[in-house]
């Protein structure tokens, strides 16, 4: 089964349009060079806050990219614009 990355943060009204054009290049970025993302997804919760899941093909992949963070630029822009961040890493178990 596949495995994900969660990360659970807030984004000011605000700056919602410019995040999600700074989260835009950065996934284009990262599957430039790490092709095992299948897909990511943002969710705006009721609270305000917002969960952005995203899918990797194996967790090995999700290594390497994470390994790689530091040499995509547009992460640190990107995430500039979120405020309590907290991140996790999962294995799917079922999906129907």
């Known amino acids: 089964m596949s495995v994900v990355r969660s990360h659970r943060y807030s984004v000011a009204d605000a700056d919602l349009e410019e995040f999600l054009a700074r989260r835009s290049s950065l996934i284009a970025t990262v599957r430039e060079g790490h092709p ?23 967790a090995g992949q999700l290594g390497a990219a994470l390994a ?27 999906e129907r």
Do not use: C, K, Q, S
């Open 36 to 58: 095992g993302l299948v897909r990511a997804v943002l969710i705006r919760l009721e609270d305000g806050t917002y969960t952005d899941t995203w899918h990797w093909e194996t």
């Open 68 to 94: 790689a963070l530091p040499t995509f630029p547009e992460a640190p822009l990107t995430m500039a614009l979120t405020g309590d961040g907290a991140a996790l890493n999962g294995r799917v178990v079922d």
